[in-house]
């Protein structure tokens, strides 16, 4: 019913930055929140940054300052834009979002597939 689709993954250098997009289509009425969480390989997955509709962020302590979430709503996409990236910022990063399909109380939470950010020299 909904599609989470990510994309800006890749290698990038210690020191660079990337910029991740993530869409979501398909049976939307509204949504609530958006995020995005990071999982290294042989860790769980952690929040990295969430941000609502009315634009309130929330962001993992150890990541403010260098990554920066926002959203388009007219578009129902979200995005992570990250700086000064480290060799510990290697995961694969999942869009989340709450949404709505229809009026009423009842949300659901979806995944995208994951795109991969590697930062190696």
């Known amino acids: 019913q909904v599609q989470l689709v990510e994309s800006g993954g890749g290698l990038v250098q210690p020191g660079g930055s990337l910029r991740l997009s993530c869409a979501a289509s398909g049976s939307i009425f509204s949504i609530n929140a958006m995020g995005w969480y990071r999982q290294a390989p042989g860790k769980q997955r952690e929040l990295v940054a969430t941000?609502?509709?009315?634009?309130?962020?929330n962001y993992a302590d150890s990541l403010k300052g260098r990554f920066t979430i926002s959203r388009d709503n007219a578009k129902n996409t979200v995005y992570l834009q990250m700086n000064s990236l480290k060799p510990e910022d290697t995961a694969v990063y999942y869009c989340?979002?709450?949404?709505?399909?229809?009026?009423?109380?009842?949300?659901?939470?979806?995944w995208g597939q994951g795109t991969q950010v590697t930062v190696s020299s």
């Open positions: 989340n979002a709450i949404i709505r399909h229809m009026p009423g109380p009842y949300e659901y939470n979806y």
């Open positions: 941000i609502t509709s009315g634009g309130t962020t």
